[in-house]
């Protein structure tokens, strides 16, 4: 998927370079050229390497299903039908990009987001308007005809998010294995923040599921493709901090062009219509564009425009505007970080045979 060239200076350790910070380091001082997807690559080979994958994720390894000999074309399989869908729907990289995010930020990356229920994660009304479930669903039937009761919807669904993020144009990067499911899904558990929480509250949020500021800033990149209701920005537009006006940060053709787009109230029965994240990527490709938004004030979400006012989450947001490369990297590395939050291995969970269900 990609060629890479490395030129090793020798006083940086193996640790120092499966670090954000060694990275950033190395790129000051201009000792090596060395992408986040290579730190993964190089770093995701041992369970010392804790400065890349939170502490529960080192049991995940590369290449799990062709180690244990249980289904080596795993990969390619997801590969092929995510093609497929894709080629019909574009939509479907930032779908999926959401759910992987209300699975791992909620109760860890168990594939509990997928379960069907009356008080199940998925019906909690912050994770209202999730989709792409059925991208999971014909993955795992095709993967249960070729390697019945083996592969888990939790690494189905890591995998499908890399290769949609792919087909977008975006960065091809190693998915470590080896997840299991969980048995059970709350609505109680859905604590997702406001998007109009503040950046301090933002990193807190983060922080606290064993992310840091750099995963933060990347991941709400994401916000790169797909749409949002009226509903998550009306504050913004009509009563910010309960002023009764808009928040006078945004800039103001942007300010108009979405209150014409969203309404201080809709007609009764109209739908809460649904808007692009990323207004100059309608088409919903792999962008860096969303950066060079915030920073000219013109963020949809009121949780990206608090990026400018962070002097780390400036820089780095400064940093990923003037380079796609650079971006593209860092999202793989905070991608494969969120991927491996409070993951079941072992004995723990189960390997669900239909994603919506429990076994019986």
């Known amino acids: ?73 795993v990969e390619p399989f997801v590969r092929h039908q995510v093609k497929s869908l894709y080629d019909k729907d574009k939509t479907i990289a930032p779908k999926l990009i959401k759910l992987l ?60 998010v890399r290769d949609a993020v792919y087909f977008s144009g975006g960065p091809s990067y190693p998915v470590f294995l080896g997840r299991r499911d969980g048995r059970k899904s709350d609505a109680a558990w859905v604590d997702l923040p406001s998007p109009s929480i503040s950046w301090e509250s933002a990193l807190k949020y983060f922080t606290d599921k064993g992310l840091n500021l750099q995963d933060m800033v990347t991941l709400l990149g994401g916000h790169m493709m797909g749409r949002t209701r ?42 809460n219509p649904l808007i692009n994240l990323n207004p100059d990527n309608p088409t919903h490709k792999f962008t860096n564009s969303y950066y060079s938004r915030v920073l000219a004030s013109k963020s949809v979400l009121g949780v990206d425009q608090q990026l400018l006012y962070g002097t780390d989450t400036h820089d780095l947001t400064d940093e990923y505007a003037n380079g796609l490369e650079d971006f593209k990297g860092g999202f793989a590395y ?12 072992g004995k723990n969970g189960e390997i669900r045979k239909n994603c919506h269900v429990v076994n019986k």
């Open 334 to 345: 905070s991608m494969s970080r969120m991927g491996g939050l409070k993951v079941l291995t």
């Open 101 to 160: 995010y209300a699975d791992c930020m909620v109760n860890g990356c168990d594939a509990s987001i997928l379960l069907d229920g009356d008080n199940t994660e998925k019906k909690s009304p912050k994770n209202r308007g999730l989709a792409a479930f059925a991208v999971i669903d014909i993955a795992k039937k095709v993967i249960e005809a070729r390697c019945p009761g083996v592969v888990s919807c939790a690494d189905i669904l890591n995998i499908a």
């Open 230 to 271: 009226c509903s998550n920005i009306l504050d913004r537009l009509y009563d910010f901090n309960k002023t009764g006006k808009p928040d006078p940060t945004m800039e103001p053709t942007t300010l108009s062009i979405l209150q014409k787009q969203c309404p201080k109230k809709v007609k009764l029965g109209q739908p």
């Open 1 to 73: 998927m990609f060629t890479i060239t490395m030129h090793f200076h020798q006083r940086y350790t193996y640790f120092s370079i499966c670090t954000y910070q060694g990275y950033k380091k190395m790129k000051r001082e201009g000792s090596l050229f060395l992408s986040f997807i290579v730190i993964l690559a190089v770093c995701g080979a041992g369970v010392e390497a804790t400065g890349l994958l939170p502490p529960e994720s080192t049991p995940l390894i590369r290449h799990y299903y062709k180690v244990h000999n249980t289904c080596a074309n």
